[in-house]
């Protein structure tokens, strides 16, 4: 029996029949006309999907059905003797609207568990690969490698109705999430830690277990991976990642290859990658000043020198946020509360010294829009500072974590009956006609 998916089809369906008589009513109703710059800019602020799971405002960050994150620290279920959320919580939270109880939290961790466990040809796949192979690649490759269990794609091959979809988008979904930590920690320890793994306990949480599964039997990493676990989640339907995950899975792909999609684009540097970059980005900063704390004016020629060498700096600028970026500042909030009361942490103070000099240039160049830390400024010295030391690992600790939000996502995508997407596109010579017509009739 699983009450999650009894709750879903009894929410999803009135919410269904909601959409079809809304958009049969008001389907005409126009939602606004967009700009030339709009369509050559990756369509910045148009409204073009429907995401259920969350929603960004430019202002306040992200709100999760409704909640926002501190909201959220506080409200969703812990472990025992725990201060952050289980990430349980928030995929309870994303999939049906409603906060969960604790009973509901660990009923889906235990669901979790059951469905754990990771095909042995997927580890023999990672195995062929060299072992230079970036983490996010070798995820990439496993997770297109357990598509060969999915039961979306074997159902649609026999021939399944429409309304039947969701069903077994929502058994891949469960299945892909129990199996990703499994997926993430071999890669892991199979790149770093000469092979030697480690099995599940499943008597731990969801993010625990990751942490176990990855070395970290500290209980102050166990803590930071809730956290981290739950702030990644999702950051509604238009980042990269998302919109990949929904458009390839509008195709009726099957859920492991929607998200392998969403996880190629979590795997540039604009985006999930950017975690990476800004730690190589201090360690070289450090390197370079030969060790030690930098001082404002040490940090603010670096970042000139970023900008006046063409680069970006990382961790810095959002597409849609205009203000710091609630996930940075539940991560600041993490190091003051359980690290720096135990001593500073030299890459923690770097990241904070960059937050105050930073801002101020970004904005003097009269052209990047958003001047403040987004979530990638801060997550990469919270693990290198409990040891994972392993920069080019974090990305995969991101995607374990937006498989949540993506993959609830998808599963209402295919409840709803969200069609195949296909925006219209248009040729710069079409542009100028259309414009030169307008100007002919004014
Ligand atoms: N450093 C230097 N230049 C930056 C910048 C930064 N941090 N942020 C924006 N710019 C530049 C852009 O490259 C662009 O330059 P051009 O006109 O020469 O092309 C200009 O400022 C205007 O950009 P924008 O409109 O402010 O920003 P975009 O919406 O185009 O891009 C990005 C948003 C997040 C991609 C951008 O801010 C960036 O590259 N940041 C650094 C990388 C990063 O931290 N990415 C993670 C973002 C959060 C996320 O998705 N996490 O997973």
Redesign the pocket.
Known sequence: MDSLKDKFAAKSGPVSAEVKALIKEKGDFKLGEYTVAQVY??M?GMIGMVTETSKLDPEEGIRFRGYTIPELREKLPKAKGGTEPLPEGIFHLMLLGELPTQEEVLSLGNNWARRAIVPKHVFDVLDELPASTHPMTQFVIAILAMQTESLFAAAYKKGINKKEYWDYVYEDSMNLIARLPRVAAYIYRRKYKNGVHIEPDHKLDWAANLAHMLGYEDLDMKRLMRLYMTIHVD?EGG??SAHATHLVGSALSDPYLAFAAGMTG?AG????L??Q??LSWIMELREELGGGLPTEKQIEDYIKK??ADG?????????VLRKTDPRFAAQQDFYTRYIRPLGKDDLCEIVQMVYKVAPPI?EG?G????PWP????HSGVLLNHYGMVEHEFYTVL?GVSRALGVLSSLIWDRALGHPLERPGSITTEGIKKKIAAAEAKA
């Open positions: 800019q990756g910045k950051h980042n990269v979590l540097p604009l985006h999930g950017a975690n970059e800004v970023t900008l680069k970006v700096v990382p961790g810095y600028g959002h597409a970004l160049t052209k990047i829009k958003n987004n979530v990638d400024a991101f």
